[in-house]
């Protein structure tokens, strides 16, 4: 699926942009982000062909259609619900303001952690997320509680505005109505890397 | 490529498994991730089918097979490079340990944090990374240092006996001389979410 490789393409436009790149060729873009010119050149195609034939592309027009397309040229309002370790990790990282996300909101049922503040915003209780939302209007919600928790927080959510939960609990959310569900599991990655360590081991010793 | 989906399918069987589920076929499968029981079909016969026609898979044998492969049988000793926010919400991740990576070390140069305890690990300086390789051998180093400080620290693995690095500094690391890395990068998810909201709102308003 193109639109699963977007934001890896936009990554590294941001990037040469920043360095002020203005054209990179197809090759050279596939040699950067190690996968074929002909991969590129169909996934770039299948958004309207922003390159021209022997020019290469032009970095800061891509970058701008490729972040058009995966909505960021407009801002949202996010909530995190669970300010433990994850939480406090995910409102510090700079790059998502950068991208349109603002936090606005963060919740927890930990009496030790409401009311201290992240990032400039006060962590609430979870029996003020219902006024909050009316009042606020987030429309992302990042959900990094624990496992059981997560489907009762989720079910709490319909009804609110909520639009989109960026899922840390690792329990596969069922989307609620009219909720786009994004599922994070970072163990899967581990995997990944444990079933290359141990595949290399077979056939090096 | 089918070793990047098995991940998905041992969490589900990790799931059916410790409910208690001996046998289930491709279609009810199918059902609960969501990919057609086809797809289930051909990913389990390139790992030399597990099914019976009409018996439907052994949830055990299913789930202890696919963890071989993906190296879950064995154990990793791991350190956590960064132990800030994340590298603590890593390192409290009880799913890891059940999969059988061990936390060994912890690594920082904040004063403020090396020198304290983090799930029975003592975070320790920078500096004595060599020789705690050396005396402990790790194989996985997950890293959770910021942008800049990422290069330098992944030139310093080489020759460590570390195997793989879990990469979360937002920074895609070309891999050192024979270490496999593994590149997370969050942001790709909350991108993929914004893609879908926006791609909605133009249909719905």
Partial sequence: MVIRRLPRYFRYLSD????????????????KMHVTASQIRHDLNCFGGFGQQGYGYNVEQLHKAIGDILGLSRHYKLIIIGAGNLGHALANYAGFVRRGF?????????????????????????????????????????????????????????????????NFSFMELTPPEGIYVENVHLSDSLMTLSQHITANSEITQ
Same sequence: chains 1, 2.
């Fill in 16 to 31: 040469l942009h920043a360095a002020g790149v203005e054209r990179i060729s197809s090759t050279e873009l596939s040699r």
């Fill in 102 to 166: 603002r936090l606005v909101g963060m919740f927890d049922i930990d009496p030790d952690v409401v009311g201290k503040t992240v990032q400039g915003v006060t962590v609430e209780h979870m029996d003020a997320l219902e006024a909050f939302c009316k009042r606020e209007k987030p429309e992302i919600a990042v959900l990094t509680v624990s496992k059981p928790a997560a489907v009762e927080v989720a079910n709490r959510l319909p009804g609110l505005g909520i639009r989109g939960i960026w």
